[in-house]
T-cell receptor, first 114, second 114 residues
């Protein structure tokens, strides 16, 4: 099984602050990478995904993530957070062609203070 | 908007009862998954299915069972609930036949066994 590490468990930011959430994975081959967001009381939603090509991917709501293969990382960023970004963020990985099992990190709880 | 539905959203039940958590999707996805989510922990895959009459156990051992008689339906059953089964259960689906695909999630069932 793959492992996914999210180093920030709880992050508290003021509105307009910049955000970076770390994500590292263990698999050495080709991977698909995802960030999911779970707003309070809602289901997990896809924020962005990387399959191939440009390692800098842009998602919804101003989020972006950069895939750095040499570091096995896929960090999530947003230049200026809003109160509405308060949520739980999960990094996930799967290996193409292996049955599409998705492996998730432990999640990062982000609280944005108005 | 994902079309995957879980019922009930919340369930409080006594020890020893049999329960079935329902999951249905209208996207025609062949692959379906059950994850267990506890606070501060990663999502753990407990069951998955590649299609009708296909079920497999995930990485996390679970006393629950699943069935896949119809493409759109993937119920999870606990024959005798125990307090250790208290958790949030998430159902997901993804498209098969593609190397690169994302998972779509239901809103989850929060189970409390007293």
């Amino acid at each position: 099984a793959q492992s996914v590490s999210q180093h920030n468990h709880h992050v508290i930011l003021s509105e307009a602050a910049s955000l970076e959430l770390g994500c590292n994975y263990s698999y050495g081959g080709t991977v698909n990478l995802f960030w999911y967001v779970q707003y309070p009381g809602q289901h997990l939603q896809l924020l962005l995904k990387y399959f191939s090509g440009d390692p800098l991917v842009k998602g919804i709501k101003g989020f972006e993530a950069e895939f750095i293969k040499s570091k096995f990382s896929f960090n999530l960023r947003k230049p200026s957070v809003q109160w509405s970004d308060t949520a739980e963020y999960f990094c996930a990985v799967n290996v193409p062609g292996t049955g599409n099992q998705f492996y998730f990190g432990t999640g990062t709880s982000l609280t944005v203070i108005p | 908007e994902a079309d995957i539905y879980q019922t009930p959203r919340y369930l409080v039940i006594g020890t020893g009862k049999k329960i079935t958590l329902e999951c249905s999707q209208t996207m025609g996805h062949d692959k379906m998954y059950w994850y267990q989510q506890d606070p501060g922990m990663e999502l753990h895959l407990i069951h998955y299915s590649y299609g009708v009459n296909s079920t497999e156990k995930g990485d996390l051992s679970s006393e629950s069972t699943v069935s896949r008689i119809r493409t759109e339906h993937f119920p999870l059953t606990l024959e005798s609930a125990r307090p250790s089964h208290t958790s949030q259960y998430l159902c997901a689906s993804s498209e098969s036949g593609l190397m690169n695909t994302e998972a779509f999630f239901g809103q989850g069932t929060r189970l409390t066994v007293v």
